[in-house]
């Protein structure tokens, strides 16, 4: 569901002083923070991760995409099963897409930024300088009772990707925690507004994840897990596993 093309990466920049201040303005401090509880400070230690991520929507959609990723070099690798469920498996350099066959670009390529999103949103928003970010103060919760503040996570319509114009709304606890998120599609693209549940953190080497998403996708049932966590840390060819 998200809209960057690059999934990762530090955009450098200058401006002059008066866009600097307004820039500032756009930003809103409060994301910084929000990407330091989900491991930013040691996120270079990251060599590779892996992780399958599920779906199941009824009437809507289901599927299950196995993800093995280094981030430094642009590696990625993706197992699946395609319509008529016959096995799916495709490595390729992110760096390199133009050069990749159109399954690649037009399928694996958004459901990796996907997926991804879903897995490391809290970073990419603290990442994806584009996006306007403001803090609403204290909100009601979506689902439930409850109150807690509202960071939105906006990004232009004329910004390209694959669906310009999202809003990730985030409700963040005292720790920095997504606690529930709403998001509203910018393109036509279904599904158009997910609201859901951020629960079932764990711990995989530096990085906090999110792996349990309940809630509803265009008002149907939504359930969305994260499975088989694990990342490689700098210096070892070992998978520490989340816990």
């Not at 430094?72 to 498996?89: A, C, L, N, R």
């Not at 599904?191 to 998403?213: C, D, F, M, N, R």
Request: glycine share 8%; with cysteine.
């Amino acid at each position: 569901m998200p809209n960057r093309t690059t999934t990762i990466r530090v955009l450098a920049f200058a401006v002059l002083l008066v866009a600097a201040n307004c820039w500032a303005q756009q930003r809103d401090p409060i994301i910084e923070k929000i990407a330091k509880a989900y491991g930013l400070d040691s996120y270079d230690k990251i060599e590779a991760i892996r992780y399958t991520w599920n779906v199941d929507i009824p009437g809507l959609f289901k599927a299950s995409h196995k993800w093995e990723w280094e981030p430094k070099t642009g590696k990625i690798t993706y197992e699946s099963t395609d319509k008529d469920g016959k096995p799916v498996k495709v490595t390729y350099d992110s760096s390199q897409l133009n050069s990749q066959p159109d399954q690649v670009k037009n399928e694996v390529e958004p459901a990796f930024v996907n997926d991804n999103y879903w897995l490391l949103f809290p970073l990419h928003a603290y990442w994806d300088k584009s996006a306007t970010i403001t803090n609403q103060g204290t909100k009601k919760l979506p689902i439930g009772a409850g109150s807690t503040t509202l960071v939105s996570v906006k990004y232009p319509t004329e910004a390209g990707g694959y669906t310009p114009g999202d809003t990730w709304d985030l409700y963040v606890g005292k720790d920095y925690r997504v606690v529930q998120f709403v998001y509203h599609r910018g393109g036509d693209k279904k599904p158009k507004l997910v609201t859901a549940s951020w629960t079932g953190y764990k711990k995989v080497g530096p990085l906090l994840v999110s792996t349990e998403h309940r809630g509803n996708a265009d008002g149907k049932p939504l359930h969305l897990w994260i499975t088989n966590v694990a990342v490689k840390l700098a210096g070892s060819d070992k998978w520490v596993a989340a816990q």
